[in-house]
């Protein structure tokens, strides 16, 4: 299967279990594949027999930034189903961090992978 990648996605948003990450904005790093078929859009050279990418990375954006989840593994799961939502798209891998969040690390978080079957 073909992927869409959007890499290095920066939202701030509230995301932490702890009093102090309830209070201000952090920055959460998203990394995005979209697997997809571009068979057609190879052909055609038609942007509509693909992905929209920019649409899928303001949907991702501007739930990072509303969904004051406590964990990143909920806020992954939710934007797995933003991509999921969007046409053409059968699988996807979202990849949620949190930079500076462990002392000593450049970054914590997780990644999950799920299909269209995975949220119906």
Known sequence: MDQVFITDLVARGIIGVNDWEREQPQDILINIVLFTDLQQAG?????????????????????A????RLTVEAL?????????ETPRVEKVRVRVEKPGAVRFS???????????????
């Open 76 to 84: 992954a799961a939710d934007l797995a189903q933003v991509c999921l």
């Open 106 to 120: 450049r970054s914590v978080g997780v990644e999950i992978e799920r299909t269209k079957e995975d949220i119906r």
């Open 65 to 68: 930034e509303t969904a004051k």
């Open 43 to 63: 052909k055609s050279d038609d942007v509509h027999d693909s992905v929209d990418y920019r649409s899928v990375a303001k949907k991702v954006r501007a739930h």
